[in-house]
């Protein structure tokens, strides 16, 4: 089978695609992965996977130009499945397939793992016989915003965690203790709220610092966490940030520690972690990271943040920006917090597995042709 996405640098797309590719190699099927390459490739390759270094996330009608090329590799090889994962390549790959012959073509597959602008350009996402999409709150989104498509052909299988990533009770070494407490001493002693997300305006940076204050103007002995890194296509945001934290006598009670690599380690030794999105996410990969550890979460019950907590750990919704009740559970689960369950569906397996059977469901069918209604969209 083939998976499309327009790079291998980083993120959650990045990381599924490498999740699908690895499993497919152990049950002895071959994956094929093409992008543009990065960082992830050698993970990739050394895990089963084979990679082809194509730009297939350039956005220009040269890419158009890969077509033929494409077409190709998909007969030659005899792919019998075609993912896609992002818009670009799915342009690419459904112009790709929908002029081959419905005989001996690939499944076309997609996956919406994001609420995406409404418009002709996003609605190639919705084009596979099979729509993946990674939590209810996505499937919703793709209803109401493509009446054409058929809802029977939409599989929610929502993203996991890996339980030997995320182990319950897990704590961090000795080692990686000394040296995180000799780089940050301002958290020794200290109850440390964690806000982990990349430094975006969406992302509740000011509710988090008025939280802050809140506690601090309470006497409790607290520390804010920033783990993320900043948007270079706009500093002025971080700066934004920054002068407010000055503003408010928050520089030793709040810290902006950039992007780490050491997430597991920071969840386990932070006393909360938050998710105060303002708009909705798609799915709660941090919230599901967090509460594997068992550490406990508070976030924003919208999107796909509110879905984990609300089959995971309820105690931790809190109603989108409602400062005074966020206040509050903080204070409530900073005192007593309800324990994390140590089961849940939200499994690495669980999504490998489902998304294995949805392969083998359509190879269990012959190549369908476009149905007429939706090969009027966008």
Known sequence: MVQMLP?????????GTLEIGAYLAQHGHRSIVISAGGRLVEQLVREGSEHLAWPVGRKSLLTLRLVPRLRRLLLTQQVDILHVRSRVPAWLAWLTWRGMDPATRPHF???????????????????????????????????????????????VIPRGVAATAFPYGWRPSQDWLGHWYASHPQLLAKRVLTLPGRITRLKGHHDFIDLIVALKARGLNVHGLVVGGADPRRPGYARELDARCIQQGLQ???????????????????????????RPESFGRT?????????????????????????VYPAGRVPLGDGPRLLERVLELLNQPPPVPREHRFTLDNMLSRTLELYEELGQRSPSTIPPSRARMG
């Open 252 to 278: 030793a009670d709040l810290s902006f520690v950039g992007q780490r690599p050491d997430m597991r380690e920071i969840y386990a030794v932070s006393d909360l972690v938050l998710s105060l999105s303002t």
């Open 287 to 311: 919230v599901l990271e967090a509460l594997s550890l068992g550490r406990p979460v508070i976030g924003y019950d919208h999107g796909g943040v509110g879905e984990v907590l609300a089959e």
């Open 109 to 155: 597959v997609s996956t919406v793992h994001g609420l995406y602008s409404v418009n002709a350009y996003s609605g190639v996402m919705t084009r596979g016989e099979r729509v993946i999409a990674v939590s209810d709150t996505v499937r919703g989104y793709i209803v109401a915003n493509y009446p054409t498509i058929d809802p029977g052909v939409i599989r």
């Open 7 to 15: 790079a291998l640098e980083s993120g959650g797309v990045e990381r």
